[in-house]
């Protein structure tokens, strides 16, 4: 199944948009994107592969959304990703950082649906979806934190 693929350019430089994706996720993803919805969550990458990456909530509750499979600052992360879904049924994310004209050009590409088997083409839809609501919400954090 083909990959899902998102590209677009965010006024920052590459060290900038690496750092909030990867470092400060807290100051833009979403809680309507997050297992507790909790306003005094954060989201933790933890900056190696093998790390975990979680939401950590104020009373201490921890829910595992994913595995970092290669850290490379300021230029590309990797990472195994459940977050809603049994580990089991993760799938594998990369994205990467580069400088242009305009800013970086940030390239996400969501690929492993075809693991899923049946379950993989409604999956894929529907996080494309999530994608496109995410999306702007960071490109602004990287205008604006």
Sequence with gaps: MTPLVM???VAA????AFDLWSNRPSLWWPRSHTI???DDLEIIFERHPGGRIYERTGDGTEHDWGEVTAWEPPN????RWHLFFDPADAT???????SGKEGTAVRIEHRGWERLGAKGPDRR?????A???IIPVYAEACRTA
């Design 7 to 9: 590209e677009f350019t």
């Design 92 to 98: 594998s994310v990369e994205v990467t950082f580069a």
């Design 76 to 79: 590309r992360v990797t990472y």
């Design 13 to 16: 430089s590459c060290e900038h």
């Design 36 to 38: 507790s919805r909790a």
């Design 131 to 133: 994608w496109g609501a």
């Design 125 to 129: 839809t529907n996080t494309g979806r």
